[in-house]
């Protein structure tokens, strides 16, 4: 259970898979960029398809430590979309400039895609939405994506995690907040 994880990872007595930091569990985004880096730049010597173009890179999340994801796929020389449902973390994100952009029409992405795929230009969209909705929409376009990747606490959809697909944030926000209570 949920609270369960919460309780135990407050005592120090477990932690939940991730890249950085171990026992420590958050040392922000900063700490995980070169892991990230040498991650997309290893995953894209692997890839055989595709060596003339500019690769593309999707993911989700932009809370806590995930801004690394769209700062390594820039310096990995890729095009990143980093899909966030709370528009407070995405602002954020765009402010420290973690991403180059915020776009919130799936429209409009798949034409700035297309544009930095045709100039080879590594860009990084913070889209504001549901990966779901960015997965989908790419497939429809028919557009490749190399590497995809989540950055979403998925075992704690309620406090940071993932947020179903057509259930808006401030909804899962106020169930964050009657569960607290």
Do not use: C
């Amino acid at each position: 259970k949920t609270q369960d994880l919460e309780k135990f990872n407050i005592l120090g007595v477990t932690q939940y898979g991730q890249m950085t930091a171990g026992s420590f569990m958050y040392i922000g985004p900063q700490g995980i960029v070169h892991g990230t880096t040498i991650t997309i730049l290893n995953a894209s010597r692997l890839l055989k398809h595709n060596t003339e173009e500019i690769k593309l890179f999707v993911s989700s999340g932009l809370g806590g430590m995930s801004g690394a994801q769209p700062k390594a796929a820039k310096i990995s020389g890729i095009i990143s979309i980093t899909a966030e449902v709370n528009k407070k973390a995405i602002e954020k994100r765009f402010k420290q400039g973690w991403i180059d952009e915020i776009i919130t029409n799936l429209n409009t992405l798949i034409k700035k895609i297309k544009k930095a795929k045709k100039g080879k230009d590594p860009k990084a969209f913070g889209f504001h939405g549901n990966i779901i909705d960015v997965w989908q929409k790419l497939y429809e376009e028919n557009i490749f994506v190399d590497i995809g990747s989540d950055q979403t606490s998925l075992h704690n959809p309620w406090a940071g995690g993932y947020y179903p697909v057509g259930l808006p944030f401030e909804i899962i926000a106020l169930k964050l907040l009657e569960t607290s209570s």
